[in-house]
Each structure stands twice: as structure tokens, then as C-alpha cells.
């Protein structure tokens, strides 16, 4: 069984979340992409956050595509960290070939992320573009410190023995969580 996993704060879900699980279920013959609601990001902050079970709930209802799970799986096993929520899930299912899914965006403040090193010795990693972030992203510490594991996308990808990552090729979807809830947020008279 080939997993992704695309975790996030999905506050709220959106057509980009949506574009990089399809994006990485074709280019990379992965079986399912289970979305890794995140109870609370620690980069971000809680105060427009929406409650954990709004967001879940909401990215439930979104997903229509049965090869996408949402999940409360980081609820359920305590976790907060990305690191930590990767190794309890290969302890949990070690039949499993899981690949972590992000964006440009996201590798490119990856040095932030606690370990953020052992992620890419636990799993296969793969990056879908984003606007305005895939040059930064080539040209990242991150891209920089595991370029020697940088392989195209496969079908193959998720047998790969970590470290190795690769970037999903297609266009840049620009939907933004950010700019959906400054569009949504009343104006002040």
C-alpha cells in the first residue's frame, strides 16, 4: 500500500489541497492521500484558527475524491509535531510505503520545522508547486542540504529508500487558506 500524506491546518481546504493529493496520486501511483488535519499547527498562530472539529469536519464534506481520507489521526495520537506523527504512524502501519506531501511553500521554511532533517531520512518526500515559491524552494537549506537525494517523480517513487524527494510536475494551483479567510472576514464600517 503507497500512502501520501498532506498534513495541514486545512483552515479551510481548498482546490490547491485538493490539485497537490490528485497531482501526487497520478504522477507517484499512490493507492490513497490521507489529509493529516492538524489540531494546531506550532507555526501558526490559534487566534484564526478555527476550532479542530470545524476544520475537520469541513475538509470532510470538500473532499469528494474517494482516494482522499480526511483524518483526525494527529488528534488521535497526540501529536503536534511532524516528525513525531511520521514515526508513530510507521510504528502503527510498517506494511505501509507512506510519502509526505507539501508545497514549495513549505520546503521552503522546512529548517523551521522541529528534526525537520529525520523527516527526510523516514519517508520519501514530495513537493507540489506553489505560486510565487518554486524558485525559493529550488534554492532552499533544505533543497540544498538533501540535494543528492533529489529524484524525478515515478511511479515508483514510494518504494525509494529515504532520503528522497521530488518535485510534482503541473501547474501552480494559487488557491491560498490565507486569502480565503481575508476574503471571508467581514469589513469593519
Known amino acids: 500500500m ?3 500524506l498532506l498534513g495541514g491546518s486545512f483552515n ?4 490547491g489541497h485538493l490539485y497537490a493529493s490528485e497531482l501526487a496520486l497520478r504522477q507517484l501511483a499512490l493507492d490513497s492521500v490521507w489529509w493529516l488535519v492538524s489540531p494546531q499547527n506550532p507555526l501558526k498562530s490559534s487566534r484564526s484558527m478555527a476550532n479542530f472539529d470545524e476544520r475537520l469536519h469541513t475538509a470532510e464534506r470538500f473532499v469528494r475524491n474517494r482516494r482522499i481520507r480526511v483524518s483526525d489521526l494527529e488528534d488521535q495520537l497526540g501529536t503536534r509535531f511532524t516528525v513525531d506523527t511520521l514515526q508513530a504512524l510507521i510504528r502503527r502501519f510498517p506494511e505501509v510505503r507512506f510519502v509526505w506531501l507539501m508545497g514549495t511553500d513549505n520546503l521552503v521554511q522546512l529548517p523551521r ?8 531520512r523516514l519517508v520519501p518526500i514530495a513537493v507540489a ?7 525559493a524552494a529550488r534554492n532552499s537549506p533544505a533543497a540544498h542540504r538533501f540535494a543528492f537525494a533529489w529524484r524525478p517523480p515515478s511511479r515508483r517513487f514510494a518504494e525509494l529508500p529515504p532520503p528522497a524527494w521530488t518535485m510534482l510536475e503541473g501547474r501552480r494551483d494559487p488557491t491560498s487558506a490565507t486569502a480565503i479567510r481575508s476574503a471571508s472576514r467581514p469589513v469593519d464600517s
Open 2 to 4: 503507497r500512502i501520501g
Open 12 to 15: 479551510p481546504p481548498h482546490r
Open 113 to 120: 520545522w522541529r528534526r525537520w532533517q529525520t523527516i527526510f
Open 129 to 135: 508547486g506553489r505560486p510565487g515559491s518554486t524558485a
